[in-house]
């Protein structure tokens, strides 16, 4: 199953992403092929305030312990996090 990781950032947190970016990446590229999209949302004048991942995993639950392990998680980047399973039904990728 496909979870969305929907997170918005706390208003302070900007100099948290910056400084925790590379551990971040390097975490998303860990999961493999269990990682299927992500990128950061941006405000209106471009600085990034959160993030959008699309993950696989079997349950909402293991899909939530993901979204803990994620360095901006624990760094405590995020002020919320949505995670909601999520269906790629236009232009997916053969085999999701």
Do not use: Q
């Not at 992403?17 to 999961?31: C, G, I, V, Y």
């Amino acid at each position: 199953m496909l979870y969305a990781l929907i997170c918005t950032d706390r208003a302070d947190g900007l100099d948290t992403r910056k400084a925790t970016r590379p551990d971040h990446l390097a975490f998303l590229e860990s999961l493999g092929d269990d990682m299927l999209l992500a990128g950061p949302f941006s405000d209106s004048e471009g600085r990034s305030n959160g993030s959008l991942v699309v993950i696989r995993a079997e349950t909402l639950e293991a899909a939530e312990a993901i979204a803990a392990l994620d360095p901006y998680a624990r760094a405590g980047l995020f002020e919320k996090v949505e995670i909601r399973p999520w269906t790629w039904s236009l232009k997916a990728p053969e085999g999701v």
